[in-house]
C-alpha cells in the first residue's frame, strides 16, 4: 500500500509509533522510492514530523518496522527551526561546516577542499557575504538558507525536511524550491512534511496524506482529493488522546 513502482529507499511494514502508549502514527505500510519528491500533509498533530523522525532513527517503533537501502551517513534530516538553538555563537561557515560531521567526526580536521565547498555551498543559498555572521544574528529566512548549504555539504542520497518553508517569506521558499527540484533532477530521494496545499500541488508528485493512520499515498493529484482531506479532517477531529492504550503487537497480530 502506498508509493509507487520502483525501487524503495524507504519500506514502512505496519508502522505504529507511541507516545506514552498513544499511537503517533497507527499502522502504516507503504514504500518511498529512488528518486521520488515526496510530501508528507496533514493535520495538525497527525505524525508527520514523527514519520520524519522515525525514519531518521530519532524514535524507536513500538510495532511494526522501517526498512532503509541508505547508509545512516548518507541521510540528511533538517528538523523545525523550533528546534534548533540559536544561542550558541557559531559563525555562518562554521555551521555550514558541520554538514561534513559524518565524514569529519569530532577530531577530524578541514581541509581546503571542504571549506571551499562550504564556501560554494553559501554562494548557492545566496548568503555571500554572511561566512563570518553568527547565526543567532540571521533572520529566519536567512538562517534556513544556512541550513541548506549545510545539506548541501552532506551530499545525501536521502533529505527529509521538516516543515522547510514555515515562516519564510516567498522569495526565500522559491530559492529552496529550486534547490529541492535540482536534488530531485540528480535523483536523490526528498520526502518533505508541508502545509500549503497548492505548493504539494505545484512542486511535489507523490504525496502521503497523515491523521495518525494513513489516509492515501500516490500522486499527488490522486491525494488531494476534497474526499480524502475531509477524510483526514474527520479523523484528526476523532482523536482522543485519553483512549484506551494501543498494543501494537496485539493489534498486529
Avoid at 230 to 237: D, K, M, N, P
Wanted: hydrophobic residues 45%; aromatic residues 6%.
Amino acid at each position: 500500500m502506498g508509493g509507487c513502482r520502483g525501487s524503495a529507499v524507504v519500506t514502512l511494514e505496519n508502522l505504529t509509533v507511541s507516545y506514552r502508549q498513544h499511537p503517533a502514527l497507527h499502522h502504516i505500510g507503504g514504500k518511498f522510492v529512488k528518486g521520488a519528491l515526496t510530501a508528507v500533509i496533514g493535520p495538525n498533530g497527525s505524525g508527520k514530523s514523527t514519520l520524519l523522525k522515525s525514519i531518521m532513527g530519532l524514535v524507536q517503533p513500538a510495532g511494526g518496522c522501517i526498512r532503509t537501502d541508505t547508509p545512516r551517513s548518507r541521510i540528511a534530516y533538517l528538523p523545525q527551526q523550533s528546534e534548533i538553538d540559536r544561542s550558541f555563537p557559531m559563525q555562518v561557515r562554521d555551521c555550514v561546516l558541520l554538514g561534513n560531521w559524518t565524514t569529519v567526526g569530532a577530531w577530524g580536521g578541514i581541509s581546503a577542499a571542504m571549506l571551499a565547498r562550504a564556501d560554494a555551498a553559501i554562494h548557492t543559498v545566496g548568503l555571500v557575504g554572511f561566512e563570518r555572521r553568527t547565526v543567532g544574528s540571521l533572520s529566519s529566512g536567512q538562517f534556513q538558507r544556512v541550513l541548506f548549504a549545510r545539506l548541501l555539504m552532506q551530499d545525501a542520497n536521502l533529505m527529509l525536511l521538516d516543515e522547510p518553508f514555515n515562516a519564510m517569506d516567498s522569495r526565500t521558499t522559491a530559492a529552496l524550491l529550486a534547490l529541492i527540484h535540482q536534488w530531485h533532477t540528480q535523483g536523490r530521494t526528498v520526502i518533505a512534511v508541508l502545509h500549503d496545499d497548492a505548493q504539494v500541488l505545484a512542486h511535489f508528485d507523490q504525496t502521503v496524506l497523515l491523521a495518525r493512520e494513513l489516509v492515501a499515498w500516490g500522486p499527488t493529484a490522486q491525494v488531494l482529493t476534497e474526499a480524502n482531506l475531509q477524510r483526514a479532517r474527520v479523523l484528526a477531529e476523532a482523536w482522543d488522546d485519553t483512549a484506551e492504550i494501543c498494543h501494537a503487537d496485539e493489534a498486529a497480530a
